[in-house]
């Protein structure tokens, strides 16, 4: 009777261990996503609606919280690659390395294979190529995070179920031009190609694997990323089309359920422009896509964890410049991303042949900024837009400004500076930083993140969660 007990008491607390297990795991990752770009994005959308405090962001409202410490194996401040490696696989690595140990060599599985391992099926998106630094980190093994084709390559050897992104970068290697392209070889490994979500709806259905990407008329405009959300037109591929067709690809003959990564990978592109009006844009997007996911955890809330974080801060972001004052809500008049205004000029160089007129210029500063007419700006600051005007677009000495991931007109840098000063933010630099990142979550297992952490520890936390074996 004694072994009879002993037997059903262990019988139970397997069942009951199994049903505390998550199922479906997200897990978002907003590449440069701070805690004051979060809170700056809350006290922006509170300054819009007239009151003080903050407008909280679906996640932030997530009901367990902590920080994450952020450096690499070598250095203090992490890049992506690292911090991508970190946060999909659970080891340190020296900066630029993707998918392996500090010697640049040691392969290392992510929480993706961990997954797929115990039967899941498995997806990696972002906003920006399929094979950048952090989707890379989850499938992928490179002493340098550059060697784009190599990485490419390692997405068909690893073999999950749903890839989606901008598009590849380096699809051609670029070291053996005439060899087969990314794109060519996806059929030999059984993945099916879809550019752009009514694309995906019409061959997700006949699909066993799938590569989700823009369409290829986007990236002729912009390969590297998907539209900003401050820049989209209809029909742009979103963040939130992404994650929508992830879930509906991976639920599908899921009996073990599904692990899903999603990168916003835009948030830090802004930073890096200290763009501070279209880094608030990128984190509300980035919260959407969140959403989608949260309509599936309500659906399934004893079976489901999601996951919130970043893989560090960048830019030095500041709320704040000494007046005890923050005016966030200007930012509402700026229209276009930096980039997108560089790119509106760039038109009207091309129709007028070079002979921009300053009147011209503070037309479309009036539009896309609010200068002058929703907007006072001082004599200094007018001065400014007006000599780099004078520099730039009448005497033709251009020298244009770059950051990480752009190069853009100098009149667009001094516009994007001037209303960052009327918001009353600042930037310490266009690179990252060590700060804290958050750690936010809700569902099964969600209790693990309370404590300050170590982003090594978050995919190990993910994996006791949801019964993965490292």
């Known amino acids: 009777m004694r072994k009879f007990s002993s037997l059903l008491f262990l019988l139970l607390f397997a069942i009951c261990a199994n049903a505390q297990q998550a199922k479906y795991v997200f897990y978002f990752i907003g590449d440069g996503m701070g805690v004051n770009q979060v809170q700056g994005t809350e006290i922006y959308l509170a300054e819009l609606e007239g009151k003080m405090g903050i407008s909280p962001l679906l996640f932030t409202q997530f009901p367990y919280s902590t920080v994450a410490t952020t450096n690499s194996a070598t250095n203090?401040?992490?890049?992506?690659?690292?911090?991508?490696?970190?946060?999909?696989t659970g080891h340190k690595t020296k900066n630029s390395?993707?998918?392996?140990?500090?010697d640049q060599q040691t392969p290392v599985s992510s929480?993706?294979?961990w997954a797929k391992n115990k039967g899941c099926r498995v997806g990696i998106t972002t906003s920006v190529t399929v094979n950048h630094a952090t989707p890379?980190?989850?499938y992928g093994h490179a002493a340098k995070r550059t060697l784009y084709h190599e990485i490419g390559k390692d997405l068909y050897k690893t073999g999950f179920d749903f890839y989606a992104g901008s598009d590849f970068r380096d699809a051609t290697d670029p070291d053996n031009p005439s060899s087969e392209s990314l794109y060519a070889i996806a059929g030999k490994y059984g993945y099916t190609l879809a550019r752009g979500y009514k694309d995906y709806l019409k061959k997700s259905k006949k699909a066993n694997k799938m590569i989700l990407l823009q369409t290829e008329e986007a990236s002729k405009h912009e390969l590297s990323a998907i539209p900003c959300a401050i820049d989209r037109?209809?029909?742009?591929?979103?963040?939130q089309d992404i994650t929508r067709s992830a879930i509906n690809f991976l639920s599908k003959d899921a009996p073990e359920g599904f692990f899903l990564m999603v990168e916003g990978g835009r948030i830090d592109w802004a930073c890096h422009s200290n763009d501070a009006a279209t880094t608030f844009h990128e984190i509300i997007d980035f919260d959407n896509a969140i959403k989608t996911a949260y309509e599936f955890y309500s659906q399934h809330p004893d079976e489901t964890l999601i996951v919130v974080t970043a893989d560090h801060e960048t830019g030095g972001f500041v709320l704040g410049t000494g007046t005890y004052e923050l005016n966030l809500q200007v930012?509402?008049?700026?229209?276009?991303s930096e980039n997108g205004f560089t790119r509106i000029v760039n038109n009207m160089r091309a129709q007028t042949n070079n002979q921009v007129s300053w009147e011209a210029i503070q037309q479309a500063l009036k539009d896309n900024f609010g200068f002058w007419d929703k907007i006072e700006l001082t004599a200094v600051q007018e001065a400014r837009l007006k000599?780099?005007?004078?520099?730039?677009?009448?005497?033709?000495?251009?020298?244009?400004?770059?950051?990480?991931?752009?190069?853009?007109e100098p009149i667009a840098a001094e516009a994007k500076r001037i209303i960052n000063e009327i918001a009353l933010v600042g930037w310490t630099s266009g690179g990252h930083s060590a700060g804290y990142v958050p750690v936010f979550a809700i569902g099964v297992g969600a209790e693990l993140f309370q404590e300050r952490i170590d982003n090594t520890q978050i995919p190990k936390k993910i994996a006791q969660a949801a019964g993965y074996k490292l």
């Open 387 to 408: 000599a780099v005007y004078d520099k730039s677009l009448k005497q033709q000495d251009m020298k244009l400004e770059k950051s990480e991931y752009a190069q853009d």
């Open 97 to 102: 390395a993707i998918g392996v140990l500090k």
């Open 136 to 138: 890379g980190a989850f």
């Open 76 to 88: 203090r401040v992490t890049d992506s690659a690292a911090a991508g490696t970190a946060l999909a």
């Open 331 to 336: 930012l509402k008049n700026q229209k276009v």
């Open 233 to 239: 037109k209809k029909g742009d591929l979103t963040l």
């Open 111 to 113: 929480i993706g294979v």
